[in-house]
């Protein structure tokens, strides 16, 4: 894959901007990290619907589309938020008797209800279409949740309380950076030197970049991330989870971008959307993250807890 010098001048200054409304929406607070991830959730689920709509060549009603995003962004909050709020009790009495509620619980049987009326009742839609839209709250939501999940984390204090590190900011920006690096360094370790093609499904993607770009990953997160960090908090937090976590982003990564490859090739397109000149859209820029952060739950959950 020769490198095209304005292709990736047209990407680099596309990216100046998202990557500026990323960060703000990263470092702010914890809420404009949920907003920021709000707006993904929708925008993912309206390109993956219209994908599935083009694979079996049906047609999706408005109303339908709104109550599948709905109901996996309920699924993001609930699951994602370790908030008392979101995981409180509705108590109430009938003719004598208490009964307490789940809140979660309550919201999660009413949707899975309402999916399966969808599932068996709309005839309208062919039913390989409606078990590939139940998969996106799987694929998108899920995952988003669990992306909320680790930024909602724990916090590191000193003993007058004031805190100095908050783990759950710490990943959800290393595993963002982590993306970002990979893709950069495959990119540009495929355009000079690529040449075995990796997958029939991507043919620009190549074996050489894609293991110089996982390569290249993990030694910059793994030994820049920490003294970065350092300089701004004065805490060490050198480990070797972040040799780990870029190395889970950059493998994981990479076959979330050849499964997102995979639904445009059955949907026929080129992008999934089109709101970033030279990226496409939310599931073009997006796709790695989908992928990568249930893996690196999975690892938060059985090592580092």
Not at 61 to 87: N, P, R, Y
Not at 92 to 109: D, P, R, V
Not at 220 to 238: C, D, K, V
Not at 251 to 269: H, N, Q
Request: aromatic content about 16%; proline content about 2%.
């Amino acid at each position: 894959m020769a490198f095209n010098f304005q292709t990736f001048k047209t990407r680099a200054l596309t990216a100046l901007l998202f990557v500026a409304v990323m960060l703000l929406g990263l470092l702010w607070n914890f809420w404009s990290f949920v907003v920021l991830f709000m707006v993904v959730h929708f925008g993912c689920w309206y390109e993956y619907l219209k994908l599935v709509e083009k694979m079996y060549s049906t047609k999706i009603d408005v109303v339908i589309k709104w109550f599948f995003a709905i109901c996996g962004f309920t699924l993001m909050m609930v699951l994602g938020l370790q908030h008392e709020s979101f995981g409180s009790s509705l108590t109430t009495s009938i003719a004598g008797l208490t009964i307490e509620i789940n809140i979660k619980w309550a919201i999660w049987i009413l949707e899975v209800i309402c999916l399966l009326v969808f599932l068996f009742q709309n005839k309208q839609i062919a039913l390989k279409a409606k078990w590939m839209s139940f998969t996106g709250l799987a694929y998108i939501s899920l995952s988003l949740a669990l992306f909320v999940f680790l930024r909602d984390g724990s916090y590191i204090a000193r003993e007058d309380g004031s805190i100095i590190v908050n783990n759950g900011l710490l990943t959800a920006c290393g595993i963002v950076l982590s993306i970002w690096v990979n893709d950069t360094m495959a990119y540009l370790v495929g355009s000079f030197i690529g040449k075995t093609p990796l997958s029939k499904i991507s043919p620009k993607k190549t074996w050489e970049g894609t293991i110089g770009g996982i390569i290249l990953c993990v030694i910059a997160i793994g030994f820049l991330y920490p003294l970065i960090i350092y300089s701004f908090s004065r805490h060490e937090i050198g480990s070797v989870r972040w040799f780990i976590i870029p190395a889970i982003c950059a493998i994981f990564g990479t076959i979330g971008d050849l499964f997102e490859s995979k639904l445009k090739r059955m949907a026929d397109v080129k992008d999934s959307g089109s709101f970033m000149p030279g990226h496409g859209g939310f599931l073009d820029r997006f796709d790695s993250l989908l992928f990568a952060v249930p893996a690196v739950w999975i690892y938060v959950q059985l090592f580092l807890k």
